[in-house]
């Protein structure tokens, strides 16, 4: 799987969007990006992935841009239970798939 | 539904005792992970397995780790002797994965974990 850049830590108020970036600049054209978090004391949760589109659910959005070299997660309205480890992950489909490569993620932190 | 149980959550051990750990996936999900994850760090592969057998422990320290899924269903890590630097976080995942080629990889789903510390 290709690896990803992300910054170390980030602040954000509460209510306002938080906009985590992600680099993988060696993405190949099978490999999806996945979002995971993971607050403290609590196994990794998932959040969304994509392909080359941006995709939106219930949790967040994703924005990939068109040459698929980096991404956005966006949480659009950061409450204080949204504090925890950002993780940015790529990860080929097809079966037989490998487990998750982690890195050691975005600590996201909002604040009051 | 019933997420991934794992279980203990928490487990304190003298140096060069045995330790093990369970995992239930969520029903019906045909792939297991074990994944490790040290202090400010994150997880890291152990063992995958497909159905009951281990298609990837690659990274499964096999002096002293093994693992197991009678069944394919439940799943215990075992740890024999335990060592100061086993001191982590042990998380087990499960997934439904295809097993087609081309086929879509579905998504991990967590359990909480079991944090081992060896004195």
């Known amino acids: 799987d290709a690896k990803t850049t992300q910054p170390t830590s980030m602040d954000c108020a509460e209510g306002r969007a938080a906009n985590l970036p992600c680099n993988h600049s060696?993405?190949?054209?099978?490999?999806?990006v996945y979002w995971y978090r993971q607050i403290h004391s609590q196994g990794p949760q998932y959040i969304i992935h994509g392909l080359k589109n941006n995709e939106t659910n219930e949790m967040a959005s994703l924005i990939i841009t068109e040459d698929r070299k980096s991404s956005t997660l966006i949480l659009p309205h950061a409450t204080l239970r949204d504090t925890a480890v950002y993780y940015c992950?790529?990860?080929?489909?097809?079966?037989?798939?490998?487990?998750?490569?982690f890195g050691k993620g975005t600590h996201l932190i909002i604040q009051p | 539904e019933a997420g991934v149980v794992q279980s203990p959550r928490y487990k304190i051990i003298e140096k060069k005792q045995p330790v093990a750990f369970w995992c239930n996936p969520i029903s019906g999900h045909n792939t297991l992970y074990w994944y490790l994850q040290n202090l400010g760090q994150g997880p890291e592969l152990l063992i995958r397995?497909?159905?009951?057998?281990?298609?990837?422990d690659s990274q499964l320290p096999k002096d002293r780790f093994s693992a197991e899924r009678l069944k394919g269903v439940d799943s215990t890590l075992k740890i024999q002797p335990a060592e100061l630097g086993d001191s982590a976080v042990y998380l087990c995942?499960?997934?439904?994965?295809?097993?087609?080629?081309?086929?879509?990889?579905?998504?991990?789903?967590f359990g909480p974990g079991t944090r081992l510390t060896v004195l």
């Open positions: 397995y497909e159905n009951e057998e281990a298609v990837d």
């Open positions: 995942a499960s997934s439904l994965e295809s097993g087609l080629a081309g086929g879509f990889a579905d998504t991990q789903y």
């Open positions: 992950i790529v990860r080929a489909t097809g079966g037989g798939a490998d487990g998750l490569t």
């Open positions: 060696t993405i190949s054209g099978n490999e999806y």
